[in-house]
């Protein structure tokens, strides 16, 4: 999103292809309560409220094509074609981790108990005054499971002893009345019984299976991510990241790659490292279509 923005503010034509339907990457789908930091500026900022600010940012010149996985990138003279879609002059690849899916509840459900199971939560309203139940235990269930905990009874329930998250979390769990803490447990059934999940709970090591009630759960058991797809355009790239240059150019003249998707030596992964690489990517782009122009970076 800051990629696109700050295109657009060089007034360049730009745009955002996303293959979810929303906008937001890791930090709206895998963290989207966790208070951030390490953002320049802020001292803290939650990360669903990074993602709005970065979101009503971008200017509305920027053209948006959400649910639009990009698969293929081919070169024709001058331009690229993408997806047979969309010609560009030039490309950045902001896929970070890949285009991920999230892990799967393991038992079948009818069409009326999928809809009350939910991978992420964007907005906590419709799970106020409910009974919740969170499956998981890494930071993003013991964030749902804080976040939830200040609008309704909230059940975590983690196949293991221990949890993978913030301790400094799970102990502020620990200690709230309307917060049980089931380890270490497997779903093992699930019926429909007066409009609510019934699941049975199984404990590891032995046969008990115990059985709770839930108006809706959250399934926090990760994401799988893949970035195979941009192998596919033919950047020079490892399993999972693309090699880039001081400009953020990839091998292939025109095609540039910032955020988590690239690997140089001494990246880290943070949100603020990529903000600067965007603006360097966007630089070199501007000097390579037109190499006449001085820019005068303090005007912008
Ligand atoms: C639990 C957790 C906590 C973190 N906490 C912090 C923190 O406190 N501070 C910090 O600075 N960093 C933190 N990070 C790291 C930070 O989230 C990443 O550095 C950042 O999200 C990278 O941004 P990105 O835009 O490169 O990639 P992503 O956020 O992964 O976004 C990539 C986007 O590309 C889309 N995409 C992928 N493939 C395609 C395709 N083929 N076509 C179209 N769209 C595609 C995806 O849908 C996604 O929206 C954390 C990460 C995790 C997992």
Known sequence: MFTAGYAALN????????????VGGQPEFLYPFKEIVNIPVYQQIIAADLIKRLH????????????HPVKQVTKVDSHFLIDQTCQARSIIIATGAGSFKPKQFPLPMSAEMTAKV????RNIKPFANQTIGIFGGGDSALDWAKGLSQVSTVRLIHRREHFRGLESTLATLQSQ?????????????????NKQLHIGLKRLGDQTIIYRDFDQIIVAYGFRANNR????????????????DRTMATNVEGIYAVGDVTTYPGRVPLIGVGFGEAQTAIHAIMRQLFPDKNPNLQSL
């Open 229 to 244: 797809l941009v192998g596919n355009w033919g950047v020079n790239s490892n399993a999972t990241n693309v090699f880039v």
């Open 56 to 67: 009503t940012s971008i200017p509305s010149t920027v053209s948006l094509e959400l649910k």
């Open 177 to 193: 009345e309307n917060v049980e803490i089931l380890t270490p447990y497997l779903p093992h059934s699930i019926t429909w019984q």
């Open 11 to 22: 007034g360049l034509n730009t745009v955002l292809f996303d293959s979810l339907a929303e």
């Open 118 to 121: 939910h991978y992420y939560v």
